[in-house]
């Protein structure tokens, strides 16, 4: 089986991809109507666009190949990730054009994981909970690589002048420009390396063993007729097997809900809030607190996905109940985060928030959304983990695990905008 940091991506870890690099987006949408609310719009877009792409591959599950699906689907985000790497060296490329030809890679990015990511969770979900957690662990590692390499670079390509401004622009151009060609052609290489290692892992002694362990071995001798037309050397996964649907999928319910609310509380919050915190400390204010804090954030994802294999929280928490209930609890964030240090810009020009300036430490901010990312991390783990093995058709709740996850993401990223009215008291739209 696939070990940690070996997997595809999430959805999370891949609009992440393109949220770290806010400096550039904000330099290069600079003037436009969409300068300092287009998180919202990114997040909103690709979760809604991923969502219909998803919806669409849970209704022809049954007549997909999932390993077709997951290639073609991580082949595709590949490609959108490799073109945009290029953007930065597009000079003619900014305001109102810009901001719609990214929305148009974020979409093309949502529908590669759209059609990749169910199929992977029903792919993987038969397997014992174990690796599952590896694969879940293996996302998160993505997604901090990511982190690390926009902040590694940002720090590299600053000016020792720069280093003590808070101007989101002060290095741009080149600085940022460079920091950002350079970002995205890391993630196109950790891209790349995350469809290798599928194609390698799927071929591989250890993962035959495995899947002849599960019980799926009668069913790869069934497909392999098939498969051998195909010409492919190597077995094929069973679609969904006929079954009622509420069967199947009303022993998952709760781990279903959960999954939903962690996103939805998630996103809702990050990044099209927190990216708003402007260092509170004006002697020494913390440079780069933007890409610190998306750092905070997948080191809190990574951690939360190891705690989840800790055997007596393992044990306190497993349960699509206590799940539910934790999930509910992470609406506690979102007062938490608007009390932190927020600057909103609208038509009227730059103020805080009605809750901003109660946390006045960039280190309790960073801390919070540290926190933020353990418990989604934590939480997720253990739906994703144990969900499939509530239902007598794992390959079906896997899949729609994976629905459920999007639904979370789309409505996340909806509130957004509702949650930062709250905020400022103002249109969020503005």
């Given at each position: 089986m696939p070990p940690a940091g070996s997997s595809p991506p999430t959805h999370q870890q891949r609009v992440i991809?393109?949220?770290?690099?806010?400096?550039?987006?904000?330099?290069?949408?600079?003037?436009?109507?969409?300068?300092?609310?287009?998180?919202?719009?990114?997040?909103?877009?690709?979760?809604?666009?991923?969502?219909?792409?998803?919806?669409?591959?849970?209704?022809?599950?049954n007549k997909a190949l999932l390993v077709g699906r997951i290639c073609g689907g991580l082949s595709l985000c590949l490609t959108t990730f490799v073109l945009t790497m290029f953007f930065p060296s597009m000079s003619k490329l900014e305001g109102t054009l810009a901001f719609y030809i990214f929305l148009g890679s974020l979409i093309a990015a949502s529908a590669g994981t759209g059609l990749a990511q169910p199929s992977i969770y029903a792919y993987c979900s038969p397997m014992p909970h174990i690796y599952i957690q590896g694969i879940m662990s293996g996302q998160a590692i993505a997604g901090l690589a990511a982190s690390v390499i926009q902040l590694l670079t940002a720090y590299s390509t600053a000016s020792p002048r720069s280093l003590h401004l808070l101007?989101?622009?002060?290095?741009?151009?080149?600085?940022?420009?460079?920091?950002?060609?350079?970002?995205?052609?890391?993630?196109?290489?950790?891209?790349?390396?995350g469809l290798a290692s599928f194609i390698f892992i799927r071929r591989h002694p250890v993962y035959l063993d495995s899947v002849a362990a599960t019980g799926w071995q009668q069913a790869h001798q069934e497909a392999a007729p098939a498969d051998q037309d195909r010409g492919s050397g190597s077995p094929a996964i069973p679609t969904c097997r006929d079954s009622s649907l509420v069967r199947d999928l009303m022993p998952i319910r709760h781990y279903m809900w959960a999954v939903v609310t962690v996103f939805m509380t998630t996103i809702s919050l990050f990044p099209a809030i927190t990216s708003l915190v402007s260092s509170a400390d004006s002697r020494h204010p913390t440079r780069f607190l933007k890409e610190w804090h998306f750092l905070a954030?997948?080191?809190?994802?990574?951690a939360g996905r190891q705690l989840s294999t800790v055997p007596v929280l393992f044990?306190?928490?497993?349960?699509?109940?206590?799940l539910n209930l934790a999930a509910q609890l992470r609406w506690l964030f979102v007062p938490l985060v608007l009390s932190?240090?927020?600057?909103?810009?609208?038509?009227?020009?730059?103020?805080?928030?009605?809750?901003?300036?109660?946390?006045?430490?960039?280190?309790?901010?960073?801390?919070?959304?540290?926190?933020?990312g353990v418990t989604t991390g934590f939480l997720v783990s253990?739906?994703?983990?144990?969900?499939?093995?509530?239902?007598?058709?794992?390959?079906?709740?896997?899949?729609?695990?994976?629905?459920?996850?999007?639904v979370g993401l789309a409505l996340g990223s909806v509130m957004s905008f509702p949650v930062r009215a709250l905020g400022c008291l103002c249109n969020p739209f503005e």
């Open positions: 991809a393109f949220i770290t690099a806010y400096d550039f987006f904000h330099y290069k949408l600079r003037g436009s109507s969409y300068e300092d609310n287009f998180m919202n719009y990114f997040a909103a877009c690709y979760t809604l666009s991923n969502l219909a792409f998803t919806i669409y591959s849970q209704l022809t599950f101007d989101p622009v002060a290095d741009a151009p080149p600085k940022i420009l460079l920091r950002t060609t350079v970002y995205f052609l890391v993630v196109s290489l950790i891209a790349a390396m954030l997948n080191v809190g994802d990574l044990e306190w928490f497993k349960s699509g109940r206590t932190c240090n927020i600057v909103y810009s609208n038509g009227d020009g730059s103020h805080q928030g009605f809750f901003a300036g109660l946390i006045t430490s960039d280190l309790a901010f960073l801390t919070i959304v540290l926190a933020l253990l739906t994703m983990m144990m969900g499939p093995k509530a239902s007598s058709n794992p390959e079906r709740a896997g899949g729609a695990l994976a629905l459920g996850l999007a």
